[in-house]
Nanobody
Framework: QVQLVESGGGLVQTGGSLRLSCAAS????????MAWFRQAPGKDREFVAS??????NAYYADSVKGRFTISTTVSTVYLQVNSLIPEDTAVYYC????????????????WGQGTQVTVSS
């Protein structure tokens, strides 16, 4: 059974950093695209970043480009979030889909439970 378990969220001040982790288990993820999405209160879930499980083809939303970095290791997907601003406040979700990247959350098959990131001004 596939499990994606996020951790690493928290409360930080503007300009701060966090490293979000997504521990993936239950099957091999080679050939999968792994992604991070986020959802702020009252807003739709939005794409943040994605990467192939092999570590190739990292792709970012314009709003986080240059501040966030997605990476993978043997069993974990990371999202390093730097230079945080209040607009980054949201629940961050890890997701997985077979094949090439997508920014549409409806195309993803597996989801974690989310981790809260709150940025104070």
């Amino acid at each position: 059974q596939v499990q994606l378990v996020e951790s690493g969220g928290g409360l930080v001040q503007t300009g701060g950093s966090l490293r979000l982790s997504c521990a993936a288990s239950g099957q091999t993820f080679y050939g999968y695209t792994m992604a991070w999405f986020r959802q702020a209160p009252g807003k739709d879930r939005e794409f943040v970043a994605s990467i192939l499980w092999s570590g190739d083809n990292a792709y970012y939303a314009d709003s986080v480009k240059g501040r966030f970095t997605i990476s993978t290791t043997v069993s974990t997907v990371y999202l390093q979030v730097n230079s945080l601003i209040p607009e980054d406040t949201a629940v961050y979700y890890c997701a997985a889909k077979w094949g090439t990247r997508s920014i549409n959350y409806n195309n993803f098959d597996y989801w974690g439970q989310g981790t809260q990131v709150t940025v104070s001004s």
